[in-house]
């Protein structure tokens, strides 16, 4: 049992990580027992489990994840959402509408049009078919008021922080509503447009700064200094 | 192409039989099905050849054409190779325009004669910078069970092996045709060899079952000095180093059999084997 | 005739450009340098230039060029109408057709491909100026690009060329070696699983040349991933690390 880095270390595909009995965790491959790296990022190994924290890639559906999609596509009876995936969501009418949709009498994009933002959650994926979702839950659906920022995806954790803590302290300081989508897409509605520009600002700059430390701090002061 | 979705089961046989030495078809590792070589089968063609390697079929035709020269090489002719995939020779082939797979064979081909240097074509210039002869050598897939290119490479080599050159008398600018015929200048059977990696183990002269769960290919071309002059690995998997020294081992002694064989077939055919 | 040509090596074995028999040429490779793609590379091979950009995994279209087990992953290699000595056409040649296959082929067995099942992987590749080997400098940078796409991967794939010139073998060819060469070699090899991804060779060697080929290929190969290496670790070193010197 050995490992050949250290904490946080970059490693890129190909690296090897690990001889012996560990397991395999993201963007970790075993082969003949050893374990390489399939993906540029930093190494890391919690519980006997070799993982690597991803500094590039796309985001890849998990059942429960909240997502933010865009309508690109209205069907019949449902409606085609780029989520930022190399895989478009599927939201069925039974999934976003309380009543059920008769396509021969109504239109479905009289509810939802191409280029509309709905805030969903990911309900089942497994590659072979595209994801599908719901928008029934509370908190869930079209998105009338605020904006949308696209963030890099592997930034997301950063965003949310341990156990939330940045996104409460976002929160907090402005008074704002704040959703961050696993997929890349944060949904920001606060007191006025000037308010929600800072906020995107801030967001930018945990993007840009997300592997440093002291960064919830930096960021309050940002925050307060931007809105003296 | 479309995808061509094949049973695992059917890997999974092949490897498994290899174990034993044996194959689907009842060869070694290291047989090649049946070779058969018939030329001078189209007479509007200078030189001609049909070849079969199993159930594998491909015609070449040779065809003259006066034309332009290079202008880097202004005294010398020029052998263009192409590759035609008949649409009836599986229901892979979409008849159009010569896709990617079409167009390495035809490259591989061409590679394995021209960098054999079988061809002089300094002996095919007719007005020095000016006109020279164009051999086109065109290989037709008719029949694909496996190992197109090594058929493709027999064929062509073979129609030219067999084929004359038109006779042209040249005054000054003009270039007129005698109707003669005279040898082709060339010498040499250079031969290509084909094998396919499937699981760890390198079969010789793949079948089509065989290149439906093949993991890659690789085909080196020999002269008869035992020089290597074209190397191809082809499709989406891996050899070890070692496995290309190993396969490099086994198509050399393939090469030495084919050229005998070849040797033999001509002579049967025609009694003729290159020019003069 | 014989007399005027110029020796491409000395008789100490310098080659024409002051490089030793088993010596490449400086190689600098740059990551994330386009803006609307996955990922991206840049090399700077000799005088060879090429430009790498990818996208995906992304849905395929058509949609029925889709494969159900897999991404479709393909490769164009394309060289600029001004990349060589004569204008080019820039409608694809034979040669430009039959690349693209051989260096898609080099860099999907380094792909995990199973993961992205009915996606696309496409990699564009433009050759801005051609000095020999472009192939292996088109697989090595776009190795870097699938890389900066995020795309998981086996190994990054590492690719050079051996020539014989004046009976001698040398180490990544440029084009006047290539054309004036007996022969040409180039390999893409994946250094961690020992695996050869692709290998050509045109021209005449005997059998013992090919064998010791082999091993010049081999340290080429590990030359060109050590800079490879270098080149993500410059890249991504700084995005991590900017901030805190600042």
């Known amino acids: ?228 | 192409m479309s995808q061509r979705i094949v049973p695992t089961v059917k890997k999974r046989q092949i490897i498994e039989l290899a174990d034993s030495g044996k194959r689907m078809d009842g060869r070694t590792l290291t047989d090649y099905r049946e070779i058969k070589i018939q030329t001078g089968i189209v007479d509007k063609a200078e030189g001609s050849a049909m070849v079969s390697i199993g159930g594998t079929k491909v015609v070449a035709g040779v065809k003259f054409e006066i034309g332009d020269p290079f202008p880097d090489i202004p005294n010398e002719g020029v052998m263009q190779v192409g590759a035609e995939f008949v649409p009836f020779a599986s229901p892979d082939f979409e008849p159009g325009k010569p896709d990617e797979v079409a167009v390495e064979l035809a490259r591989v081909v061409d590679r394995g004669l021209r960098e054999s240097k079988i061809l002089e074509t300094s002996k095919l210039c007719l007005i020095p910078g000016k006109k020279v002869w164009i051999v086109h050598v065109d290989v037709y897939i008719l029949d694909h069970c496996g190992n197109l290119i090594d058929t493709a490479a027999l064929a062509a080599l073979s129609a030219m092996l067999t084929a004359t050159m038109p006779e042209a008398a040249v005054e000054g600018e003009n270039i007129r045709l005698t109707g003669n015929r005279l040898p082709m200048p060339i010498t040499g059977i250079p031969i290509n060899v084909t094998l396919a990696k499937i699981g760890n183990r390198l079969f010789v002269d793949p079948s089509l079952e065989e290149e439906e769960v093949l993991d890659c290919r690789f085909s080196v071309a020999f002269k008869e000095n035992g020089m290597l002059c074209a190397i191809q690995k082809g499709e989406s998997g891996y050899f070890t180093p070692e496995e290309i020294l190993r396969a490099v081992e086994i198509a050399k002694d393939k090469s030495q059999e084919i050229r005998k064989k070849v040797v033999e077939l001509l002579k049967l055919n025609d009694g003729a084997v290159g020019g003069s | 005739m014989e007399e005027l040509k110029t020796r491409l090596i000395s008789d100490d074995g310098i080659r024409c450009d002051g490089r030793r028999l088993d010596e490449i040429r400086p190689i600098k490779f740059q990551i994330g340098v386009l803006n609307n793609t996955d990922g991206s590379a840049y090399v700077e091979w000799g005088r060879t230039k090429i430009l790498v950009g990818v996208m995906g995994p992304r849905e395929s279209h058509p949609k029925h060029l889709a494969l159900s087990d897999k991404a479709r992953v393909e490769a164009y290699y394309r060289m600029a109408s001004f990349s060589v000595e004569e204008w080019k056409s820039p409608a694809p040649s034979r040669r430009e057709v039959e690349l693209s296959k051989v260096i898609r082929e080099a860099l999907e067995p380094a792909i995990f491909v199973e993961l992205f099942p009915r996606t696309s992987i496409d990699i564009f590749i433009e050759v801005l100026q051609a000095d020999g080997s472009t192939r292996c400098a088109s697989i090595s940078a776009a190795s870097l690009a699938l890389v900066d796409a995020g795309i998981p991967m086996r190994d990054l794939v590492a690719s050079i060329a051996v020539g014989k010139v004046e009976g001698k073998l040398v180490l990544d060819v440029q084009d006047k070696e290539d054309k004036a060469g007996d022969s040409d070699m180039p390999m893409a090899y994946m250094p961690s699983k020992n695996a050869v991804t692709l290998l050509q060779m045109d021209g005449q060697i005997t059998h013992d040349e090919f064998i010791q080929s082999m091993e010049l290929l081999k340290k080429g190969c590990l030359e060109v991933y050590k800079k490879q290496k270098e080149a993500i670790e410059a890249h991504f070193k700084g995005a991590i690390s900017n901030v805190e010197e600042a």
């Open chain 1, 1 to 228: 049992m050995t490992t050949f880095f250290e904490a946080r270390q970059l490693v890129s595909p190909g690296t090897l990580l690990a001889e012996g009995n560990y397991q395999a965790g993201f963007n970790v491959y075993r082969e003949n027992g050893k374990y390489y790296a399939s993906m540029v990022g930093l190494a890391d190994v919690r519980n006997n489990m070799i993982s690597v924290i991803p500094l590039r890639g796309c985001y890849i559906p998990q059942p429960g994840d909240i997502v933010i999609g865009k309508v690109v596509e209205c069907i019949s009876t449902a409606w085609m959402l780029d989520i930022r995936s190399p895989y478009q969501g599927v939201l069925f009418a039974s999934e976003f509408l309380s009543k059920p949709l008769n396509p021969l009498k109504e239109e479905a994009r009289r509810y939802l049009d191409v280029g509309e933002m709905v805030i969903a959650t990911v309900i089942a994926f497994d590659r072979t078919r595209n994801p599908s979702l719901t928008a029934r839950d509370h908190g869930l659906g079209k998105v009338h008021r605020g904006t949308v920022i696209d963030v890099d995806f592997t930034r997301v954790p950063r965003i949310i922080g341990k156990k939330g803590s940045m996104i409460t302290m976002l929160k907090k300081e402005t008074g704002a509503q704040i959703l961050v989508g696993q997929n890349g897409r944060v949904w920001i509605s606060g007191k006025s447009r000037d308010e929600e520009a800072i906020i995107a600002e801030a967001i930018r700059k945990i993007e840009a700064e997300a592997h440093t430390t002291g960064l919830t701090d930096r960021i309050r002061e940002f925050l307060v200094n931007s809105r003296r």
